[in-house]
Protein backbone atom coordinates (compact mmCIF):
# COMPACT_ATOMS: atom_id res chain seq x y z
CA UNK A 1 0.00 0.00 0.00
CA UNK A 2 1.44 3.74 -0.73
CA UNK A 3 1.70 5.36 2.15
CA UNK A 4 5.09 7.07 0.98
CA UNK A 5 5.95 10.72 0.47
CA UNK A 6 3.76 12.65 2.30
CA UNK A 7 2.85 10.44 5.07
CA UNK A 8 5.40 10.97 8.35
CA UNK A 9 5.77 7.46 10.19
CA UNK A 10 6.14 8.91 13.41
CA UNK A 11 2.51 10.54 13.21
CA UNK A 12 1.17 7.33 11.56
CA UNK A 13 2.23 5.75 14.63
CA UNK A 14 1.53 8.24 16.75
CA UNK A 15 -2.60 8.59 15.35
CA UNK A 16 -2.59 4.40 15.26
CA UNK A 17 -1.85 4.04 18.99
CA UNK A 18 -4.83 6.84 19.66
CA UNK A 19 -7.07 4.77 16.77
CA UNK A 20 -9.35 3.13 19.55
CA UNK A 21 -10.45 6.58 20.95
CA UNK A 22 -11.41 8.06 18.39
CA UNK A 23 -14.84 8.42 18.60
CA UNK A 24 -15.25 8.67 22.20
CA UNK A 25 -16.12 12.33 23.10
CA UNK A 26 -14.68 12.61 26.32
CA UNK A 27 -11.18 10.64 25.44
CA UNK A 28 -8.04 12.36 23.98
CA UNK A 29 -9.55 13.37 21.12
CA UNK A 30 -12.45 15.25 22.73
CA UNK A 31 -11.13 18.43 20.90
CA UNK A 32 -11.83 17.29 17.16
CA UNK A 33 -15.27 16.36 18.54
CA UNK A 34 -15.82 19.84 19.98
CA UNK A 35 -14.14 21.26 16.60
CA UNK A 36 -16.76 19.12 14.41
CA UNK A 37 -19.28 20.70 15.89
CA UNK A 38 -18.28 24.04 13.67
CA UNK A 39 -16.61 22.77 11.30
CA UNK A 40 -19.28 20.81 9.11
CA UNK A 41 -21.74 23.47 9.62
CA UNK A 42 -19.32 25.99 8.26
CA UNK A 43 -18.04 23.79 4.93
CA UNK A 44 -21.98 23.63 4.44
CA UNK A 45 -22.99 27.53 4.77
CA UNK A 46 -19.84 27.68 2.31
CA UNK A 47 -21.13 24.87 -0.08
CA UNK A 48 -24.75 26.77 0.13
CA UNK A 49 -23.25 30.25 -0.73
CA UNK A 50 -21.43 28.94 -3.54
CA UNK A 51 -24.17 27.12 -5.11
CA UNK A 52 -22.70 23.47 -4.76
CA UNK A 53 -25.31 22.56 -1.89
CA UNK A 54 -28.55 21.27 -3.32
CA UNK A 55 -30.74 23.82 -0.64
CA UNK A 56 -32.97 21.06 0.52
CA UNK A 57 -33.36 20.37 3.91
CA UNK A 58 -32.57 16.51 3.65
CA UNK A 59 -29.50 15.51 2.38
CA UNK A 60 -28.19 18.87 0.98
CA UNK A 61 -24.66 17.49 -0.47
CA UNK A 62 -26.48 15.36 -2.64
CA UNK A 63 -24.60 14.02 -5.56
CA UNK A 64 -20.93 15.56 -4.54
CA UNK A 65 -18.76 13.89 -4.19
CA UNK A 66 -16.05 14.32 -0.99
CA UNK A 67 -12.49 13.91 -0.50
CA UNK A 68 -11.61 13.76 3.60
CA UNK A 69 -7.50 13.91 3.54
CA UNK A 70 -6.55 12.85 6.47
CA UNK A 71 -10.18 11.11 8.12
CA UNK A 72 -9.07 9.32 11.01
CA UNK A 73 -11.26 6.87 12.13
CA UNK A 74 -14.12 9.22 10.19
CA UNK A 75 -15.25 12.01 12.00
CA UNK A 76 -16.10 14.76 9.66
CA UNK A 77 -16.00 11.70 6.84
CA UNK A 78 -19.43 10.75 8.60
CA UNK A 79 -20.78 13.83 8.94
CA UNK A 80 -20.46 15.21 5.47
CA UNK A 81 -22.36 11.50 4.40
CA UNK A 82 -25.17 12.13 6.99
CA UNK A 83 -25.39 15.27 4.72
CA UNK A 84 -26.18 13.29 1.52
CA UNK A 85 -21.95 13.22 -0.27
CA UNK A 86 -20.57 10.35 -1.09
CA UNK A 87 -17.27 10.92 0.71
CA UNK A 88 -13.82 9.10 0.01
CA UNK A 89 -11.74 8.87 3.28
CA UNK A 90 -7.85 8.19 3.48
CA UNK A 91 -5.66 8.08 5.96
CA UNK A 92 -2.09 6.83 6.63
CA UNK A 93 -2.45 5.10 9.77
CA UNK A 94 -4.39 1.71 9.36
CA UNK A 95 -5.98 1.51 12.29
CA UNK A 96 -7.73 4.88 12.03
CA UNK A 97 -9.11 3.21 8.74
CA UNK A 98 -10.17 -0.01 10.22
CA UNK A 99 -12.26 2.07 13.31
CA UNK A 100 -13.65 4.28 10.45
CA UNK A 101 -14.94 1.40 8.27
CA UNK A 102 -16.32 -0.50 11.65
CA UNK A 103 -18.09 2.85 13.13
CA UNK A 104 -19.46 3.59 9.45
CA UNK A 105 -20.54 -0.44 9.66
CA UNK A 106 -22.90 0.67 12.87
CA UNK A 107 -24.02 3.35 11.93
CA UNK A 108 -24.92 2.52 8.38
CA UNK A 109 -22.94 4.94 6.34
CA UNK A 110 -21.72 4.26 2.78
CA UNK A 111 -18.36 5.62 2.47
CA UNK A 112 -15.54 4.58 0.65
CA UNK A 113 -12.08 4.37 3.23
CA UNK A 114 -8.57 4.01 1.98
CA UNK A 115 -5.86 3.46 3.49
CA UNK A 116 -2.80 5.60 2.44
CA UNK A 117 -1.94 9.44 1.52
CA UNK A 118 -3.16 11.53 -1.18
CA UNK A 119 -0.67 10.02 -3.83
CA UNK A 120 -2.60 7.18 -3.64
CA UNK A 121 -5.69 8.31 -5.24
CA UNK A 122 -4.01 8.74 -8.81
CA UNK A 123 -5.87 11.15 -11.44
CA UNK A 124 -9.13 11.32 -9.48
CA UNK A 125 -10.80 14.78 -8.95
CA UNK A 126 -13.99 15.65 -6.24
CA UNK A 127 -16.18 18.67 -6.21
CA UNK A 128 -14.77 19.10 -2.30
CA UNK A 129 -11.60 18.50 -0.78
CA UNK A 130 -11.49 18.50 3.34
CA UNK A 131 -7.69 19.16 3.71
CA UNK A 132 -8.54 19.83 7.83
CA UNK A 133 -5.42 19.40 10.42
CA UNK A 134 -3.34 17.39 8.50
CA UNK A 135 -0.80 19.68 6.79
CA UNK A 136 0.69 20.18 10.40
CA UNK A 137 1.50 16.33 10.00
CA UNK A 138 2.84 15.83 7.03
CA UNK A 139 6.49 15.66 5.32
CA UNK A 140 7.05 17.47 1.58
CA UNK A 141 4.16 19.95 2.43
CA UNK A 142 4.58 21.89 -1.50
CA UNK A 143 4.23 18.10 -2.76
CA UNK A 144 1.53 17.60 -1.04
CA UNK A 145 -0.32 20.88 -1.91
CA UNK A 146 0.00 20.23 -5.03
CA UNK A 147 -1.72 16.41 -4.90
CA UNK A 148 -4.15 18.29 -3.04
CA UNK A 149 -4.86 20.82 -5.40
CA UNK A 150 -5.14 18.64 -8.15
CA UNK A 151 -7.45 16.29 -6.54
CA UNK A 152 -10.23 19.39 -6.38
CA UNK A 153 -12.06 19.69 -9.47
CA UNK A 154 -12.48 23.08 -11.40
CA UNK A 155 -15.19 24.41 -10.10
CA UNK A 156 -14.79 22.63 -6.96
CA UNK A 157 -13.95 23.84 -3.36
CA UNK A 158 -11.10 22.65 -1.13
CA UNK A 159 -11.30 23.51 2.85
CA UNK A 160 -7.70 24.06 4.64
CA UNK A 161 -7.72 23.86 8.69
CA UNK A 162 -4.66 24.76 10.12
CA UNK A 163 -2.60 26.66 12.65
CA UNK A 164 -0.82 29.69 12.73
CA UNK A 165 2.76 29.85 12.58
CA UNK A 166 3.89 32.54 15.34
CA UNK A 167 4.40 32.94 19.30
CA UNK A 168 0.88 33.21 20.32
CA UNK A 169 0.04 29.41 18.62
CA UNK A 170 3.52 28.03 20.22
CA UNK A 171 2.19 29.75 23.51
CA UNK A 172 -1.85 28.55 22.95
CA UNK A 173 -1.64 25.33 20.78
CA UNK A 174 1.55 23.59 21.72
CA UNK A 175 2.86 25.26 26.31
CA UNK A 176 -1.17 25.73 26.76
CA UNK A 177 -2.90 22.48 24.83
CA UNK A 178 -0.18 20.02 25.49
CA UNK A 179 1.90 21.13 28.85
CA UNK A 180 -0.71 23.31 30.78
CA UNK A 181 -4.20 22.32 30.29
CA UNK A 182 -2.83 18.94 28.56
CA UNK A 183 -5.86 18.37 26.35
CA UNK A 184 -3.57 16.95 23.88
CA UNK A 185 -0.89 14.10 24.58
CA UNK A 186 2.47 16.08 24.14
CA UNK A 187 4.43 15.85 20.96
CA UNK A 188 0.97 16.12 19.01
CA UNK A 189 2.53 19.37 17.39
CA UNK A 190 5.51 20.94 16.18
CA UNK A 191 5.58 24.34 15.53
CA UNK A 192 7.53 24.66 12.47
CA UNK A 193 5.52 22.57 10.76
CA UNK A 194 2.61 24.93 11.46
CA UNK A 195 1.54 27.21 8.94
CA UNK A 196 1.09 30.93 8.25
CA UNK A 197 -2.43 31.85 6.55
CA UNK A 198 -0.24 33.99 3.68
CA UNK A 199 1.62 30.84 2.99
CA UNK A 200 -1.69 28.46 2.79
CA UNK A 201 -3.25 30.97 0.60
CA UNK A 202 -0.31 31.48 -1.41
CA UNK A 203 0.28 26.80 -2.09
CA UNK A 204 -3.74 27.12 -2.83
CA UNK A 205 -3.43 29.80 -5.60
CA UNK A 206 -0.42 28.02 -7.15
CA UNK A 207 -3.11 25.48 -7.79
CA UNK A 208 -5.36 27.95 -9.27
CA UNK A 209 -7.39 28.31 -6.16
CA UNK A 210 -8.90 30.97 -4.75
CA UNK A 211 -9.56 31.93 -1.25
CA UNK A 212 -13.24 33.01 -0.97
CA UNK A 213 -13.27 33.14 3.43
CA UNK A 214 -11.07 32.70 6.18
CA UNK A 215 -11.56 32.41 9.60
CA UNK A 216 -10.31 31.68 13.06
CA UNK A 217 -11.44 29.70 15.64
CA UNK A 218 -11.50 30.11 19.52
CA UNK A 219 -11.38 28.27 22.37
CA UNK A 220 -13.06 28.88 25.80
CA UNK A 221 -10.35 26.86 28.37
CA UNK A 222 -13.24 27.22 30.67
CA UNK A 223 -16.24 25.41 29.03
CA UNK A 224 -14.18 23.66 26.34
CA UNK A 225 -16.72 25.48 23.95
CA UNK A 226 -15.15 26.04 20.06
CA UNK A 227 -16.56 28.91 18.15
CA UNK A 228 -16.12 30.57 14.60
CA UNK A 229 -14.33 34.41 14.73
CA UNK A 230 -12.25 36.41 11.90
CA UNK A 231 -9.07 36.07 14.39
CA UNK A 232 -7.19 33.83 12.22
CA UNK A 233 -3.65 34.12 14.66
CA UNK A 234 -4.28 30.39 15.88
CA UNK A 235 -6.21 27.79 14.49
CA UNK A 236 -7.67 29.10 11.09
CA UNK A 237 -9.88 27.85 8.20
CA UNK A 238 -10.00 28.72 4.22
CA UNK A 239 -12.40 27.84 2.06
CA UNK A 240 -11.19 28.26 -1.59
CA UNK A 241 -12.93 27.77 -4.79
CA UNK A 242 -10.45 26.35 -8.12
CA UNK A 243 -11.25 28.49 -11.18
CA UNK A 244 -13.23 26.44 -14.19
CA UNK A 245 -11.29 27.56 -17.35
CA UNK A 246 -14.97 27.42 -18.75
CA UNK A 247 -15.91 30.15 -16.85
Not at 18 to 44: Q, S, V, Y
Not at 113 to 130: H, N, R, W
Not at 176 to 189: F, I, N, S
Request: net charge neutral; aromatic share 6%.
Amino acid sequence: MNTAVTANRDEIGRFNELAATWWDPAGPMWPLHKLNAIRAPFILDVLTDQGLATGRVAEPLSGLRVLDIGCGAGLLSESMASLGARVTGVDPAEHNIAIARSHAAKTGRDIEYLTGSVELLGDCSFDVVLNMEVVEHVDHLDHFMERCNALTRPGGMQFLATINRNPLSWLVAIIGAEYVLRWLPRGTHQWHKFLKPSEAESMLLQGDLEVLLRRGVSVNPITKGYKLTRFTGVNFMLAARKKNPAS
